[in-house]
T-cell receptor, first 113, second 117 residues
Framework: GNSVTQMEGPVTLSEEAFLTINCTYTATGYPSLFWYVQYPGEGLQLLLKATKADDKGSNKGFEATYRKETTSFHLEKGSVQVSDSAVYFCALTSNSGYSTLTFGKGTMLLVSP | GAVVSQHPSRVICKSGTSVKIECRSLDFQATTMFWYRQFPKQSLMLMATSNEGSKATYEQGVEKDKFLINHASLTLSTLTVTSAHPEDSSFYIC?????????????FGPGTRLTVL
C-alpha cells in the first residue's frame, strides 16, 4: 500500500534560516505528491504539488521536487518567517481510481524572531 | 480556488447527544467528499468517502452506525456523530473533489472542533 514518511518535529528555526523538511514515499505506479500546511486551529491548505517525476512545485517561497529515483519530495525554503510556523503535511494520491490522500504524520515548524 | 466551508466551526455537547456537522462546497459541485478525523498533534485519518446520492464508504475500524454520513446534494455532505462520548472529541475535517478538476485535487474545509463533555 501507499505510505508517506516525514521527519519528526518540531523543527525549530530562527527567522531567515534555511528550511528542509524531508518526505519519502512508497507507492505503486506514479503518484501525485503534495505539501499541505495547517495553521493552528485551521484546516489544511494546499501549499504546492507535483504530478510527475522531476516536476518542481513552488509557492510562497517554498519548493519541492518530485524525485522518483529516491522516492522523495523534500520541502525547502530559503528564508523562513515567523508566519511560516505551522504543521506541514506531505501527502500523495495514486493516479488510479479515487483521489484518496495518504498523509504523513506532519512536521511542526516553529520559527522564532 | 475552490472553497469548502464547514459548520459549525466549534461545538460542545453533552455525552449521549448527537451532533451534526455540515460540509459545503461553495463555488463548485463536489462529486465526492471525504471526512477526516484528526487527533491532537497527529495526522489526518480518513474516516469515509461519500458520493452524492449513494452510501458512504467507510474505512476499516470506523463505525458507520456511529458516524452517519449523508451526501444529499452535489454541494452538501453531513456527518452526524450519534450518541457522542468524550472519546469522540476531536477535530473533524471534510474535503471535496471538484468533478471538473483534472488533478482530482481535494479542497479542505476549515475543520470542526467537537468537544464532548
Amino acid at each position: 500500500g501507499n505510505s508517506v514518511t516525514q521527519m519528526e518535529g518540531p523543527v525549530t528555526l530562527s527567522e531567515e534560516a534555511f528550511l528542509t523538511i524531508n518526505c519519502t514515499y512508497t507507492a505503486t505506479g506514479y503518484p501525485s505528491l503534495f505539501w499541505y500546511v495547517q495553521y493552528p486551529g485551521e484546516g489544511l491548505q494546499l501549499l504546492l504539488k507535483a504530478t510527475k517525476a522531476d516536476d518542481k512545485g513552488s509557492n510562497k517561497g517554498f519548493e519541492a521536487t518530485y524525485r522518483k529515483e529516491t522516492t522523495s519530495f523534500h520541502l525547502e525554503k530559503g528564508s523562513v518567517q515567523v508566519s511560516d510556523s505551522a504543521v506541514y503535511f506531505c501527502a500523495l494520491t495514486s493516479n488510479s481510481g479515487y483521489s484518496t490522500l495518504t498523509f504523513g504524520k506532519g512536521t511542526m515548524l516553529l520559527v522564532s524572531p | 480556488g475552490a472553497v469548502v466551508s464547514q459548520h459549525p466551526s466549534r461545538v460542545i455537547c453533552k455525552s449521549g447527544t448527537s451532533v451534526k456537522i455540515e460540509c459545503r462546497s461553495l463555488d463548485f459541485q463536489a462529486t465526492t467528499m471525504f471526512w477526516y478525523r484528526q487527533f491532537p498533534k497527529q495526522s489526518l485519518m480518513l474516516m469515509a468517502t461519500s458520493n452524492e446520492g449513494s452510501k458512504a464508504t467507510y474505512e476499516q475500524g470506523v463505525e458507520k452506525d456511529k458516524f452517519l454520513i449523508n451526501h444529499a446534494s452535489l454541494t452538501l455532505s453531513t456527518l452526524t456523530v450519534t450518541s457522542a462520548h468524550p472519546e469522540d472529541s476531536s477535530f473533524y475535517i471534510c474535503s471535496a473533489i471538484s468533478g471538473t478538476s483534472s488533478y482530482n485535487e481535494q479542497f479542505f474545509g476549515p475543520g470542526t472542533r467537537l468537544t464532548v463533555l
